[in-house]
Antibody, heavy 120, light 114 residues
Framework: EVQLLESGGGLVQPGGSLRLSCAVSEFSFSSYAMGWVRQAPGKGLVWVSSISASGTGTYYADSVKGRFTISRDNSKNTLYLQMNSLRVEDTAVYFC?????????????WGQGTLVTVSS | DIVMTQSPDSLAVSLGERATINCKSSQSVLYRSNNKNYLAWYQQKPGQAPKLLIYWASTRESGVPDRFSGSGSGTDFTLTISSLHAEDVAVYYC??????????FGPGTKVDIK
C-alpha cells in the first residue's frame, strides 16, 4: 500500500523557519512529480509548490515564492518543503501529494497532512 | 492564472436525492491536441486528505461508486451525485490541471443531508 507520511509541522513564531518532510513508501517515487498543497483552518485547498521527478524543475505559488523551497531526495524517497520567513497566513495543514494533476500515470496519492501554526 | 469558481457554496439534499455541483474556469481547460478536459473532482471529509473522484472531467477513479459522475467541457463542469448517501457528506472541490505543474482548486462546495 502506498504511504505518504508528513512530518516537521509545529508551532513557530512569525519570521521563523520550518522544514517539512514527506516519506513515501511502496511507490516509484523517483518516477513522478510531487507537490505540496495546504489548507488553512476551515478553508479550501491551495496548491503551494511542485517539483519534477528529477528535481530539476520547481514551481511555486506567488504567495510563497522566495520564501519556500521544495526539494526531493530520490535515494531516500523523501520530499521536502523548507519554509522561511513564515507569516501568520501560512498557518495551515500541509499535504504532501502526488496528485493526478501532476501526471495521470502513477495514480493519485495524498498524505494525511501536518499542521503548521505560525503565531507569536 | 486560471481562476476556478464553484456553485453553490453549500447545499443540503435529502437522502436518495440528486446533488449537483457546478464548477467554472476562467479560461478553457480543454486541450485541443488530445481533446481532453484537464479537470478533476475531489471529495474531502473532515480531518481527512482529499480523495480523487473524477479526472479528465468525466472519468471515474477506480473504486468510486457509479452514483458519482462528471460532465462538461471547456469552462463549465458539473459533478452529480445521483442518489445521495449519508457517507457522501463532505466538501467537494474541482481542480484544473491544464496549468500543470501549477494547479488550481475551486473554493469548494459543502454537501449536507437535508
Amino acid at each position: 500500500e502506498v504511504q505518504l507520511l508528513e512530518s516537521g509541522g509545529g508551532l513557530v513564531q512569525p519570521g521563523g523557519s520550518l522544514r517539512l518532510s514527506c516519506a513515501v513508501s511502496e511507490f516509484s517515487f523517483s518516477s513522478y512529480a510531487m507537490g505540496w498543497v495546504r489548507q488553512a483552518p476551515g478553508k479550501g485547498l491551495v496548491w503551494v509548490s511542485s517539483i519534477s521527478a528529477s528535481g530539476t524543475g520547481t514551481y511555486y505559488a506567488d504567495s510563497v515564492k522566495g520564501r519556500f523551497t521544495i526539494s526531493r531526495d530520490n535515494s531516500k524517497n523523501t520530499l521536502y518543503l523548507q519554509m522561511n520567513s513564515l507569516r501568520v497566513e501560512d498557518t495551515a495543514v500541509y499535504f504532501c501529494a502526488k496528485p493526478i494533476g501532476l501526471g495521470i500515470a502513477g495514480g493519485d496519492y495524498w498524505g494525511q497532512g501536518t499542521l503548521v501554526t505560525v503565531s507569536s | 492564472d486560471i481562476v476556478m469558481t464553484q456553485s453553490p457554496d453549500s447545499l443540503a439534499v435529502s437522502l436518495g436525492e440528486r446533488a449537483t455541483i457546478n464548477c467554472k474556469s476562467s479560461q478553457s481547460v480543454l486541450y485541443r491536441s488530445n481533446n481532453k478536459n484537464y479537470l478533476a473532482w475531489y471529495q474531502q471529509k473532515p480531518g481527512q486528505a482529499p480523495k480523487l473522484l473524477i479526472y479528465w472531467a468525466s472519468t471515474r477513479e477506480s473504486g468510486v461508486p457509479d452514483r458519482f459522475s462528471g460532465s462538461g467541457s471547456g469552462t463549465d463542469f458539473t459533478l452529480t451525485i445521483s442518489s445521495l448517501h449519508a457517507e457522501d457528506v463532505a466538501v467537494y472541490y474541482c481542480q484544473e490541471y491544464y496549468s500543470t505543474p501549477r494547479v488550481t482548486f475551486g473554493p469548494g462546495t459543502k454537501v449536507d443531508i437535508k
